[in-house]
């Protein structure tokens, strides 16, 4: 059995709400595992899920809001900042690490779709984080976004709009948002019919407003996750399919890792890894398996 208990701690900017997840009965200090879930997301629609499935398998773990979303502080709200992002997750490490219930020297990281790439840019800039679990992991660089979004044009038409929103913020406080789901909205930040975040008994949760803020896309988009995969070197997990989001993202990230690193190959779309089975237990017993022999 699992205990939840709601939380709260400090971040620069805001003070941040999660749910620690605990097994009952543990006889002292826990290895603990931060969970990140996907861009736009709160903890409810699949770090919540990943956090309990560690628990249940004998380790802490603590999912959360991050800054300006769902229950936690922080404004603008629902702003996709990957800087701001990575910030708060050294936050989480901090309040997990100084948690009576873990042992501060075995901390690790779990990243759903682009948590995985919050999570990578924490743990290499973190020596605390001592071991990684990437599911379903979004990996890009900067030839994988002009693929994914429109070519060269497409990356520099969002980021152009991206400076203009940024700076009508700066100088009104107004958040030009765009939907972040929407098949009918060339706009959205994913513009195309998915179940997941459009079904209220998946993604779709009341703390959940299908926003996104057309300023992120500048931060977004100048993310390079095989640079940061190129100072990892804690031991490092992918979970992924050749049906999921980029899985030559994936490949490229894994050859640019430096330390310990297993790929765990398996089938499932993207969205199933959010909340479907077997891929959530697939991805859960292989993580579990993957901390328990490196913290």
Request: hydrophobic share 45%; glycine share 8%.
């Amino acid at each position: 059995m699992t205990s939840q208990k709601k939380i709260s701690f400090p971040a620069d900017e805001a003070t941040l709400v999660g749910n620690l997840f605990l097994p009952d009965g543990a006889d002292g200090p826990l290895p603990g595992v931060v969970v990140a879930g996907t861009w736009t997301s709160v903890k409810e629609m699949m770090a919540d899920r990943y956090a309990e499935r560690l628990a249940d398998r004998g380790l802490a773990a603590l999912s959360f809001d991050f800054t300006g979303f769902g229950e936690s502080g922080g404004e603008p709200r629902d702003f996709e900042s990957p800087e701001l992002k990575i910030r708060d997750l050294r936050h989480a490490v901090s309040y997990l690490a100084e948690h009576p219930a873990v042992d501060g020297d075995r901390i690790g990281a779990l990243g759903v779709c682009a948590g995985a790439m919050y999570v990578s840019a924490e743990a290499s800039e973190d020596e605390r984080v001592r071991s990684l679990a990437l599911v379903a992991p979004w990996l890009h660089d900067a030839e994988i976004c002009a693929a994914s979004y429109g070519g060269d044009e497409g990356v520099a038409a969002r980021i152009n709009a991206s400076v203009q929103a940024r700076a009508r913020y700066d100088e009104t406080g107004e958040v030009e948002y765009v939907p972040a789901v929407d098949a009918a909205d060339p706009r959205a930040a994913m513009p195309m019919d998915i179940g997941f975040y459009l079904d209220p008994e998946r993604g779709n949760v009341p703390a959940w407003p299908n926003r996104f803020a057309v300023m992120a896309w500048e931060g977004w988009l100048t993310l390079d996750s095989s640079a940061i995969a190129a100072d990892l070197t804690v031991p490092t997990l992918l979970v992924h399919s050749e049906e999921g989001a980029l899985p030559d993202g994936a490949r490229r990230f894994y050859a640019a890792l430096t330390g310990p690193k297993e790929f765990l190959w398996t089938e499932g779309t993207q969205f199933d890894f959010y909340d479907q089975e077997p891929q959530v237990t697939i991805a859960a017993d292989a993580a579990s398996t993957h901390f328990s022999a490196t913290l």
